[in-house]
T-cell receptor
Framework: NAGVTQTPKFRVLKTGQSMTLLCAQD?????MYWYRQDPGMGLRLIHY???????AKGEVPDGYNVSRLKKQNFLLGLESAAPSQTSVYFC?????????????FGQGTRLTVV | AQSVTQLGSHVSVSEGALVLLRCNYS??????LFWYVQYPNQGLQLLLK??????LVKGINGFEAEFKKSETSFHLTKPSAHMSDAAEYFC???????????????FGSGTRLSIRP
């Protein structure tokens, strides 16, 4: 059972470059999330999705875009990376539809923007 | 709007001592509450959760937490700390379904637990 898989695990970007982080889950979960983790700030919600084809903004959405074209995948895009986006990014999924009793997390993507 | 406050970014206890990590929440309705643990360079894993029913919930590794509505708190405790408990701990909140906000899970800023030999 793979669970939640994030790709890539590490990446270094130059300011202004773009990239896409991929999150894939094989548990048929409805809800998916992208968080960023920064020292002293915990996990902050960037964007989330309650189903295929739907997305919503979280606490810190600026500078990011997302897409959920397939139920099992949730993509996080940075169109023009900035040093402030240096962080560890976590994807999570939840069964959804009233079964919000546990979030399953990926192992994280460590992104450095120079 | 939901929010979570964890008092103390770093807690240090001696091995064998009581562990107490504090969490207070803000929510317009009785929420679902969670504690997650993160070991170095890993993702988060669920320790325990409160949804409905008994307000004292037991989790893995000997941890437990009590939901106190009057105090809007969900503090995490363990009677006797072990070296392997050293990690970062996160409290989280979500509104229960069928509220439209039920899909959002908001985390606190985390508490790093250190264990002294």
């Amino acid at each position: 059972n793979a669970g939640v898989t994030q790709t890539p695990k590490f990446r270094v970007l130059k300011t202004g470059q773009s990239m896409t982080l991929l999150c894939a889950q094989d548990m048929n979960h409805e809800y998916m999330y992208w968080y960023r983790q920064d020292p002293g700030m915990g996990l902050r919600l960037i964007h989330y999705s309650v189903g295929e084809g739907t997305t919503a903004k979280g606490e810190v959405p600026d500078g990011y875009n997302v897409s959920r074209l397939k139920k099992q995948n949730f993509l996080l895009g940075l169109e023009s990376a900035a040093p402030s986006q240096t962080s560890v990014y976590f994807c999570a999924s939840v069964p959804g539809h009233g079964k919000n009793t546990e979030a399953f997390f990926g192992q994280g993507t460590r992104l450095t923007v120079v | 709007a939901q929010s979570v406050t964890q008092l103390g970014s770093h807690v240090s206890v001696s091995e064998g001592a009581l562990v107490l990590l504090r969490c207070n929440y803000s929510s317009s309705v009785p929420p679902y509450l969670f504690w997650y643990v993160q070991y170095p360079n890993q993702g988060l894993q669920l320790l325990l959760k409160y949804t409905t029913g008994a307000t004292l919930v037991k989790g893995i590794n000997g941890f437990e937490a009590e939901f106190k509505k009057s105090e809007t708190s969900f503090h995490l405790t363990k009677p006797s700390a072990h070296m392997s408990d050293a990690a970062e701990y996160f409290c989280a909140v979500s509104d229960p379904p069928p509220r439209s906000s039920a899909s959002k899970i908001i985390f606190g800023s985390g508490t790093r637990l250190s264990i002294r030999p």
